[in-house]
């Protein structure tokens, strides 16, 4: 087995920032721990299903703990990172309920989101030197 | 690709991608598996749309 620098366990803070690049940037935490194949797979995956979603009318939720899963799928929209305020910036995500895709673009924008999170995981067992 | 099947088709390949690049490290193991789960997930919309038709919302 090769030593790289991604099998070296890192310093507690630096799993953390690193876990931090993760969520901002998909994929910057495994180039951080050296693993550039896998990196460029999210970079270029997550946040093309992310701007699928929104081409498809998906919404960005709002904040709303008055109604808890429309607060779930916020959280789970903020997952993907600095896409999500770079749509928020740009006014995209306001979603139009009459579309037939609506939903649909809506599973893209939370699963991305999502899946985003379980990167942040693996950056995190990789920091570790578990995988 | 703007159809119920063509969306359900994209999103299995961006989660199949996903999910291979997370589980294997292998480039071709990556690939393997991201094949097989991709054919799942079209297998699994397919058959539940089907045993599903039957009882329209």
Redesign the interface.
């Known amino acids: 087995m090769r030593a790289t620098a991604a099998d070296r366990v890192q310093t507690t803070t630096n799993t953390y920032l690193i876990c931090a690049v993760a969520w901002l940037v998909p994929g910057a935490g495994h180039l951080w721990l050296g693993r550039t194949q896998k990196c460029l797979v999210f970079l270029i995956a997550l946040p093309l299903m992310f701007a699928t979603g929104l081409w498809l009318e998906g919404r960005l939720f709002p904040f709303q703990l008055s109604e808890p899963l429309v607060a779930l799928a916020a959280i789970a929209d903020l997952g993907i990172g600095l896409p999500y305020f770079i749509a928020k910036a740009m006014n995209a995500g306001a979603g139009r309920v009459v579309a037939w895709t609506y939903e649909y673009g809506n599973a893209f924008v939370i699963v991305a989101g999502l899946l985003n999170m379980l990167v942040v995981l693996d950056a995190f067992d990789v920091a570790q030197g578990r995988k | 690709m ?1 159809s119920h099947l063509g ?1 359900m088709i ?2 299995a390949a ?2 199949s ?2 999910f291979a ?2 589980m294997r490290d292998e ?1 071709r193991e990556q690939l393997a598996f991201g094949a097989r789960l991709f054919g799942g997930f079209v297998a699994a919309g397919v058959l539940l749309g089907w045993l599903l038709f039957p009882f329209p919302l």
């Open positions: 703007t969306l994209l999103f961006f989660v991608v996903i690049t997370l480039p």
